[in-house]
């Protein structure tokens, strides 16, 4: 070696390579996939020259090297896969110097299956729980999921991580979950209702019975939230009020130690929306019981009609007349109106089932007098139970959409026997957003 190309090689240092992410979660025929950034870097060279490429797969028939696309000039690349199969696989991306030097990470990769209406459905990473979700206009989205209390801020169009989350478990004074399944906005202010049942095996955990709002600051990716109030015995003015109503709804009994909450006669919330036009009459959508709690039984509304007090202020619950809805025979999953007073009633059974029961979509004027119309059956052979429904659009239009998003704790996304929500890695967690047509 000429004294010359010594040189040369010294003058060069060892490449650098960083992913933004160690861990990445794609599905079979997806549209708008999470992506990763490759950082790399040279000493002594132009980080355009470096080479990128994905050199190994060790599963391909999840995802081989020819399904990975690198893009981008200079120091940041981005690496997409184009999943194959369901599974895992792990990819080692490599970064080559201009003097042949190079250095390797490994990306671990997990694709889910493909789904109905693949190119309308996005992926929310970083939870699999999703339960309540509110628009925050700018295509984003903040998520609430029932198996923490982190709010997540998402954008609408595409997969991947949220944006910004916020736990405000310290200021309200919980250490559980609050099993938040509800939420409805007016104004700036956004009211978060936990399921105020008791948990799977029928036991009291006094942080589900929390009611609290968030203030909202901004909008789409600036969405701010700060913390406002909380309310923790709404389930207990529920039974109160119900007791002395003759026990019409069975709240006492359902709500009772050793009850389970997903019951026909269970006590379970699972929706809240304002009434139409107020800004302090809310009603609270429950999944359990159904009314009568027999098969075929309407899904039950009941109205708080002071709910601004109810948080704002500690004050007791007051309850309107309980509003009775034919769903046909299914319950409440999620409510939700937009600013004409439109809402769309997400139905599902009350049973805690693997989600093959039947769901459907409704629309409704929010009179009490007036029966909800059915807008469409909701598919139910892919993983996830339907929970929230995340704006209403003006239901007067032909052909206009609205995004619903499932919770896909209970799925085994990746076919290996393993929940999603015990996955060990947040990426690998995830819930389906999917756009459908509500109106003829």
Known sequence: MSMGSQAQAASYGTPGISLSAGYLSGAVSATGDPTVNVTVAQSGADAGALGVTVTASSRTSVAAVGDVTVTGTGGTRRLAVAARGRGYTDLTVK?????????TKTLHYAASAAVQQGADSRYFTGSSDASAAVDVGGGYVVVADDESNVLRLYDRSVSGAPVRTWDFSSKIGVSKEIDIEGAARVGDTIYWTGSLGNNKDGEYKSARNTVFTTKVTGSGAATALSYGNSYAKLRDDLVAWDEAHGDRYGFAAGSADGQVPKQID????????????????????????????????????VPVTNIDKVVGSGASAVFGTPVELDLGGLSVRDIRKNAANQYLIVAGSWAADDNTDPYALYTWDGDPAHAPAKSRDLPTTDPGGWEAVADVPDLTVPGARAQLLTDNGSADLYGDGTEAKDLTHPEWKKSRATWFTVTG
């Open 266 to 301: 269970g006590f379970n919330v699972e929706g809240l929306e304002f009434a139409p036009g107020s800004t302090t009459t809310a009603y609270i959508g429950f999944r359990a019981p159904l009314a009568p709690a027999v098969p075929g039984g309407k899904a039950l509304l």
């Open 95 to 103: 970064v080559t110097g201009v003097d042949g030097q190079s250095a």
